[in-house]
T-cell receptor
Framework: EDQVTQSPEALRLQEGESSSLNCSYT??????LFWYRQDPGKGPEFLFT???AGEEKEKERLKATLTKKESFLHITAPKPEDSATYLC????????????FGSGTKLNVKP | NAGVTQTPKFQVLKTGQSMTLQCAQD?????MYWYRQDPGMGLRLIYY???????DKGEVPNGYNVSRLNKREFSLRLESAAPSQTSVYFC????????????FGPGTRLTVL
């Protein structure tokens, strides 16, 4: 069964303190791993798609990487506006219309 | 472009009442989805529609029905609401081309008393 586990559940950082969020996945053939950002009271907002091990993508202070079993979202010198819940999802080869989401990491960046 | 829109934003129902959640997208996407989000459980797929005229069950379809009215609109119906259906409901759409990333609506917060 396709499955996604995210850790930690919550992360508190000081402004400028870099860290990483983890997304471990089990899927029968990966057709895509997706990262989303969700602000309180809003729908998830798309950040990145990764397709194969070794792939990396960057956007401002965020960098996503992918291995065969997990993905990391690296946050470099975060700012308070980076505070949000970050969601990871996978799309498998056989159930390609279904996306499986992790429960998210709630990031709080303090000034 | 409005993207994905959902109505209503908030709703309170009594057990046994029925209601329909509406969703529309203006991005010409073929695929549309309904999710529910509960604390600590992430987003769970209720139903999806890969194209106009087709619908399929997701992880948690019991107690729900859907209609893909046309390419733009995908509605979710609760025939007899139960307290276990208290949740935040999100509609999403995605293209069959490119990265298949999903675009989400703002959500409907539903409380069943």
């Amino acid at each position: 069964e396709d499955q996604v586990t995210q850790s930690p559940e919550a992360l508190r950082l000081q402004e400028g303190e870099s860290s990483s969020l983890n997304c471990s996945y089990t899927v029968s053939g990966l057709r895509g791993l997706f990262w989303y950002r969700q602000d309180p009271g809003k729908g998830p907002e798309f950040l990145f798609t990764l397709y194969s091990a070794g792939e990396e993508k960057e956007k401002e202070r965020l960098k996503a990487t992918l291995t065969k079993k997990e993905s990391f979202l690296h946050i470099t010198a975060p700012k308070p506006e980076d505070s949000a819940t970050y969601l990871c999802a996978v799309r498998g080869l056989y159930n390609f219309n279904k996306f499986y989401f992790g429960s998210g990491t709630k990031l709080n960046v303090k000034p | 472009n409005a993207g994905v829109t959902q109505t209503p934003k908030f709703q309170v129902l009594k057990t046994g009442q029925s209601m329909t959640l509406q969703c529309a997208q203006d991005m010409n996407h073929n695929s549309m989805y309904w999710y529910r989000q509960d604390p600590g459980m992430g987003l769970r797929l209720i139903y999806y529609s890969a194209s106009e005229g087709t619908t399929d069950k997701g992880e948690v379809p019991n107690g729900y029905n859907v209609s893909r009215l046309n390419k733009r609109e995908f509605s979710l119906r609760l025939e007899s609401a139960a307290p276990s259906q208290t949740s935040v409901y999100f509609c999403a759409s995605s293209s069959d081309r490119g990265g298949h990333e999903q675009f989400f609506g703002p959500g409907t917060r539903l409380t069943v008393l």
